[in-house]
């Protein structure tokens, strides 16, 4: 396949989050909007030109008040920083379909290169003759660098919210004419 531009398909799409609560448990969430740039051959990614733009205000966590919590200046502080941005650098295939995508993520205006590994599912025609291909990414920032430094230290040791923010995308796209 050569590279083309592929547009997401957000209703077959995703991008999810986990953190751990009291140290005991995960939260998890997910934004709901957002958009992409991708230039790819899907069955060698390390060609690729790949951005994403994350709508930060579309954060749920199935709870409209930690919602808010998390869009404040506690948080994310989305009157100023409305967006979470990732800009590919650099993709390594390490066979097999999987490979790291090694790119630049801004949070808050702070701006860290991070690596996550994805994984090529597949491709193929829908039934209306439109060519398709699906991706899984996983990767691990640490809130902390980005400047999420809010936090509670808990009466029994450790503290509130935990600093490594597990990311989960699944991401299906559609390829342009």
Known sequence: MAKTVWAIDP?????????????????????????????????????A?????????SIDTRNSDRDAHLRSADFFETEKYPSIQFVSKSIASKGDGEYDVTGDVS??????TETFSVTFEGAGKDPWGNEKAGFSAKGKI??????????????????????????????????QA
Do not use: C, Q, W
Request: charged residues 25%.
């Open 11 to 47: 209703t077959h799409s995703s991008i999810d989050f986990s953190v751990k609560h009291m140290m005991i448990a995960n939260v998890k969430g997910t934004f709901h909007t957002f958009e992409a740039k991708v230039e790819a051959d899907p069955e060698d990614l390390t060609t």
């Open 49 to 57: 030109s790949i951005e994403f733009n994350i709508d930060v205000n």
């Open 107 to 112: 949070i808050r205006g702070i701006t860290r």
């Open 142 to 175: 640490k809130r902390s660098d980005f400047g999420l430094t809010y936090n509670a230290v808990l009466e029994a040791g450790g503290v509130l919210i935990g600093d490594d923010i597990k990311i989960s995308l699944e991401i299906e796209g559609a390829k």
